[in-house]
């Protein structure tokens, strides 16, 4: 599913990004880095909420679509929105993935995976430094 942006892209200078993240964020959303398995935020968290774009706000999924892959990242079946996301093509590390990235600002959140549950058997993997979370009851569309 690739998103078609609805509002204006959000873009930054570097040195602002550098400015408005820590670092292990800068590295993950703006130079296509992943944070080492079990260790980020959110992996092992069931709370009711929203997850939010580090670097820009947006909302990418929310509480009712993660589900526990045992992968060691947080994994979601399904963004929050249509315009959420995008995919592009990884051929990166000697394989062939679909890179995810907010659709607002482009920063990287990580890879999906037609592994996932129903109903669409996608399993969004994203790096938790790439996302806040958000308490509250995001109830599905």
């Not at 079990?38 to 929203?50: H, I, K, M, Q, V």
């Not at 979601?76 to 996301?85: I, L, N, W």
Request: glycine share 10%; hydrophobic share 30%.
């Amino acid at each position: 599913m690739s998103a078609t942006m609805t509002g204006p892209k959000i873009e930054k200078t570097d040195a602002e990004w550098r400015e408005q993240l820590t670092p292990e964020q800068y590295r993950i959303t703006r130079q296509h880095g992943t944070e080492r398995a079990f260790t980020g935020p959110y992996w092992d968290s069931f709370e009711t909420g929203l997850y939010r774009c580090v670097c820009c706000n947006t909302p990418l999924f929310r509480s009712d679509t993660k589900f526990d892959a045992g992968c060691g990242w947080p994994s979601y079946f399904e963004p929050a929105s249509p315009t959420a996301v995008k995919e592009y093509r990884d051929e990166s590390h000697g394989m062939v993935r679909t890179e995810i990235r907010c659709g607002a600002c482009d920063a990287h959140l990580g890879h999906v995976f037609p592994d996932g549950p129903p109903p669409t058997g996608l399993r969004y993997c994203i790096n938790g430094h790439a996302m806040v979370f958000e308490a509250g009851n995001y109830a599905a569309r």
